[in-house]
């Protein structure tokens, strides 16, 4: 069973019909004691980081997702989901993160050409750093997937899996043990993207 982490945002419904429409057991849930009985789960998010960060750590999540993490079951963060993995985000100001993932979350305005708009909206191809990566084991190189963000990740190269290209290389997946993430959206990235989720769904049997 997947449990999907509901704490108040995250687009939900796709990832929960996804992962039904693979033939997979899942649920969504804000309850620990639910989310502590699954064997996988999923930090979905949208929106801002010190938002979400906030909401985590009021609800008690924050140390749970850290606690869930050293029993040694996969846990994928995605698009803000696998940003809040990080140590910090500097998106409008500086914001503390969960720290399982060595690097920091910065912004696209001034680091990426001004002819480029932001936030970056699309399908975009990934380029593999690293092979061997569970999440990308029916992924290819070259692959197309959506995304949708404006702020991306960097001083990660402990985790990093595969980028993608947006005026630069920028991180699109990470793996570390068992914690990965996505910075695209699985869910909305058609047969490429339900591949990679049924690859988690994998991980968590």
Request: glycine share 12%; charged share 25%; with cysteine.
């Amino acid at each position: 069973m997947i449990g999907i982490i509901d704490y108040g945002v995250g687009n939900l419904f796709s990832l929960k019909s996804s992962f039904l429409s693979l033939g997979e057991e899942v649920f969504v849930s804000g309850k620990k004691e639910e989310l502590r009985k699954t064997e996988g789960l999923i930090l979905p998010g949208v929106g801002a980081f010190a938002d979400a960060a906030k909401k985590l750590r009021d609800s008690g999540l924050d140390e749970f997702v850290r606690e869930y993490v050293k029993s040694g079951r996969p846990l994928m963060g995605i698009c803000l989901g696998m940003q809040l993995l990080f140590e910090k985000s500097y998106e409008y100001g500086e914001h503390e993160g969960l720290s399982l993932l060595k690097g920091q979350v910065i912004p696209m305005e001034g680091n990426i050409s001004e002819e480029l708009k932001i936030p970056h909206i699309g399908w975009n191809s990934l380029n593999f750093i690293k092979d061997g990566c569970p999440l990308f084991k029916d992924t290819k190189e070259g692959d197309f997937v959506y995304f949708v963000h404006s702020y991306f990740a960097v001083d990660n190269t402990d985790s990093l899996v595969c980028n993608t290209e947006y005026g630069i290389p920028m991180t699109a997946a990470v793996n570390k043990d068992n914690i990965y993430g996505c910075q695209f959206h699985p869910e909305k990235s058609g047969k490429v993207g339900l591949a990679i989720l049924k690859s988690f769904a994998d991980l968590c049997k």
